[in-house]
C-alpha cells in the first residue's frame, strides 16, 4: 500500500510555475538594470542570521521566524534586507569607502497572517545609500523608487512622502508628560484617530494644538501644502522638517519625478526606525503599499558605526499584482463594506442622514452587493467580524464596524471616525452562584479566583490582552456565538463578551465581575484608498464627523 503524504507547503509560502517565475525574473530584470545605471552594487546576505542581529528590525508583533542550532544558538530568517546589510556595511566596510551604494534582491520571510498582498514569503528588490546626509540623498532615493516604477510600465502609481520629524517636532511642544506624547506618537502611527482624537481631549490640549494635530494626517497635495503647513506651526524641529521636505521636492523636479510624488503627513512609517524623510508607493486596486522606505540615521550606530542612511524596497509580489490589476478606470466606485445586523441598520441611517444613497440598501436581506453608479458608491453586507478583513484587503475602501469586530480583527486600517452608535461594553462574567460565593465584603468578585480557568470567548485576542495584562493565566476557549451557553455545560468558568442591554446575561444568570472596556461603532479606511480616494474618503468622514458631533479637525487638501 502506498503511504500518503500531506503535500502542503507551508502557509504564506509559494511556489512559482514557469509562467509566474518568467514574468518575475522579467520584472526583477528592469529594476537590476536600473539599479545599476543608477550606480549602485548588488549584495547578498545569508537568509539566516543570529536573531539578536537582526533585533533592530524587530516589531512588536514579533514577525520572525526563528530556529535553534546544535549549539543552542537562536538563528532567525530575515524580515528584510535593510538590517542584515546594516550589520555587513558596519562590520566589512571602513567610513573611508562611503558613500556606499548598495542594492538587492531577496527573498525576506515575515511570520504574518497571509492574504491578498501579504505572504509570509515574499520578495523585495531595494537600495541602500549609506554615509550620505541631506535631501540629495533622499531625494535620489525617492526618485530611483519612482523610477523603477516607471520603467516596470506601472501607471497612475503615486508616492507620498512624510517626515517623522514633523510630527514628533510638533508633538514635542505639547505640555503633557514624555508618556503622553510617545501614546500620541503610537496612535498615530496606529493609524487610530479616534484615540488620538481621547488622548488630547483627555490631557487638554489646547483647542488649536488639537485641531493642528488632528488635521496633519489630512494635509496633504503637492509642494504647497509645505507653505500652508509652515504658516501653522512654530515647534524649529517641525520647521527644519518642512525645510527638508522642500528642498527634497526642489530635487525630485530636477529629476522629473514631481508629478508622481506628494507631500502627506500621514505618512508615519515606524518612529523607533525611521528618522527624517520616510516615504511609500501605492497603485490603484492594490490595497498594500507596493514600496516604502526612508532614511534611518540610528540603524548603523546599533552596530556601533554610526552613519547616516536612506533606502527603499519594493515588494516584487505586490508590483506584480499592481502591473495586473491595471486598467483604464472612470471615476473609481467608493466601497463601502457595512455589517450585517442591528449594526448595519444604524450604519444605513447614518449614510442616509449625511446624504449617501441608500433606498433598496438592506443589511438583513440575502442581497450581499448594493451598486448606486450614479454616485460611484457601492455596498458590501458582510458578517461584522469580516468587515475589517475587507477593508485591511482592501476588497472595500471604506467599512463601519463596531470597535469590538476592530479591535479583535487587529487589522492594518485607518480608524478615522468613532459613529458613536452601536455602544456595547466589554465584560467579565461568571454565574450569579459563583459570583455570590466568591464576593468579598464589598459585594466585588477578584480575578485572582481565576487563576489557570477557562474563558469562553468570540474575541480570543481581546481576553488574552485583558487577563495577561492583570497578571491572571488563563485558557482562552474560542467560539463564535451564545457564549452564554458555556458556563452552564462546564466548558468554561469565565466568560469575556460584549454586553449591550445586559439582558442576554440576565437571562443565562450570568453577573459582570469586571469590566474591560466599551466599544462603538468606527469608520475605518483602507491604507491606500485613504491616499488615492482620499477626496472619496475624507468626504465621507468629514460628514459623518460633523454628524456624530465629534468636530475635530479639518483637511488642508491640495491634490
Ligand atoms: N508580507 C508581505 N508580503 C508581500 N510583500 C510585502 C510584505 N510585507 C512587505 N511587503 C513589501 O515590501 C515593501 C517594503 O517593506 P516594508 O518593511 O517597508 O513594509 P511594511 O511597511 O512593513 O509592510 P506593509 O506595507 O505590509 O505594512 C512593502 O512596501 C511591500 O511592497
Ligand atoms: O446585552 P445584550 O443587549 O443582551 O447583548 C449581548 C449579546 O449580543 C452579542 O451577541 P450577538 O447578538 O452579536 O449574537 P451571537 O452571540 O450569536 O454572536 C453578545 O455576544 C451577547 O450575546
Known amino acids: 500500500m502506498h503511504k500518503t503524504f500531506n503535500l502542503q507547503i507551508p502557509s504564506g509560502m509559494k511556489d512559482l510555475l514557469p509562467d509566474e517565475a518568467r514574468k518575475k525574473r522579467n520584472l526583477e530584470n528592469v529594476l537590476i538594470a536600473k539599479f545599476l545605471d543608477w550606480s549602485y552594487q548588488e549584495v547578498i546576505t545569508p537568509v539566516l542570521e543570529y536573531y539578536d542581529h537582526l533585533v533592530p528590525a524587530e516589531t512588536p508583533d514579533d514577525q520572525f521566524f526563528k530556529l535553534i542550532d546544535r549549539r543552542g544558538n537562536i538563528l532567525a530568517l530575515r524580515t528584510d534586507m535593510t538590517t542584515p546589510i546594516a550589520r555587513m556595511v558596519s562590520t566589512r566596510f571602513s567610513p573611508e569607502q562611503y558613500p556606499l551604494r548598495l542594492f538587492y534582491l531577496s527573498n525576506v520571510f515575515r511570520y504574518e497572517n497571509p492574504q491578498m498582498g501579504r505572504q509570509r514569503e515574499f520578495y523585495q528588490a531595494g537600495v541602500e545609500l549609506i554615509g550620505e546626509s541631506g535631501p540629495a540623498a533622499d531625494a535620489e532615493a525617492i526618485a530611483l523608487a519612482a523610477e523603477c516604477l516607471r520603467e516596470a510600465q506601472l501607471k497612475g502609481f503615486q508616492i507620498s512622502i512624510g517626515h517623522i520629524d514633523f510630527f514628533r517636532g510638533i508633538v514635542n511642544e505639547l505640555d503633557v508628560e514624555a508618556g503622553v506624547k510617545e501614546r500620541i506618537i503610537r496612535s498615530v502611527a496606529e493609524k487610530d484617530f479616534v484615540e488620538l482624537e481621547i488622548l488630547l481631549e483627555t ?115 505586490r508590483l506584480m499584482l499592481a502591473l495586473e490589476k491595471q486598467k483604464p478606470q472612470a471615476k473609481p466606485f467608493l466601497t463601502i463594506a457595512l455589517p450585517k445586523g442591528k449594526l448595519g441598520s444604524e450604519a444605513i441611517q447614518a449614510l442616509k442622514d449625511v446624504g449617501y444613497p441608500t433606498a433598496g440598501l438592506e443589511t438583513d436581506s440575502r442581497k450581499l452587493l448594493f451598486s448606486y453608479p450614479e454616485h460611484r458608491v457601492r ?53 450569579e452562584q459563583v459570583a455570590e460565593n466568591l464576593a468579598d465584603g464589598d459585594g466585588k468578585v477578584a480575578l485572582s479566583h481565576f487563576n489557570h480557568a ?106
Open 379 to 431: 455596498y458590501i453586507v458582510c458578517r461584522p467580524t469580516d468587515v475589517p478583513t475587507y477593508v485591511d484587503y482592501g476588497a472595500a475602501d471604506i467599512g463601519m464596524v463596531g470597535k469590538d469586530s476592530l479591535v479583535e480583527s487587529n487589522k492594518d486600517v485607518f480608524e478615522l471616525v468613532d459613529l458613536k452608535f452601536g455602544l456595547c461594553r466589554f465584560v467579565v462574567a461568571v454565574p
Open 454 to 559: 477557562r474563558v469562553a470567548t468570540k474575541f480570543p485576542r481581546v481576553a488574552e490582552t485583558f487577563f495577561r495584562d492583570q497578571g491572571i493565566q488563563v485558557e482562552v476557549v474560542k467560539l463564535h456565538g451564545n457564549i452564554e451557553l458555556a458556563p452552564m455545560v462546564n466548558l468554561a468558568e469565565l466568560i469575556v463578551d460584549i454586553v449591550s442591554s445586559g439582558a442576554t446575561l440576565k437571562e443565562n444568570n450570568l453577573v459582570p465581575i469586571a469590566d474591560i472596556f466599551p466599544a462603538t461603532a468606527r469608520l475605518i479606511a483602507n491604507r491606500v484608498s485613504y491616499r488615492m480616494k482620499h477626496r472619496q474618503v475624507q468626504e465621507l468622514a468629514e460628514k459623518l464627523r460633523d454628524f456624530t458631533g465629534n468636530g475635530g479637525g479639518r483637511a488642508c487638501e491640495n491634490q
Open 203 to 317: 490631557y487638554r490640549v489646547n483647542a488649536e494644538m488639537k485641531s493642528l494635530i488632528l488635521s496633519l494626517p489630512s494635509i496633504r497635495g503637492d509642494i504647497s501644502v509645505v507653505e500652508k503647513a509652515e504658516k501653522l506651526i512654530k515647534n524649529p524641529m517641525a520647521k527644519a522638517a518642512l525645510e527638508n521636505l522642500r528642498q527634497v521636492f526642489q530635487l525630485l523636479r530636477v529629476y522629473g519625478v514631481d508629478q508622481d510624488v506628494f507631500v502627506d503627513f500621514g505618512i508615519m512609517r515606524d518612529f523607533d526606525y525611521y528618522s527624517g524623510i520616510v516615504f511609500e508607493g501605492y497603485s490603484p486596486g492594490v490595497g498594500v503599499p507596493i514600496c516604502g522606505g526612508g532614511r534611518y540615521d540610528h540603524l548603523l550606530g546599533q552596530y556601533g558605526s554610526e552613519a547616516p542612511a536612506t533606502g527603499f524596497a519594493i515588494g516584487i509580489e
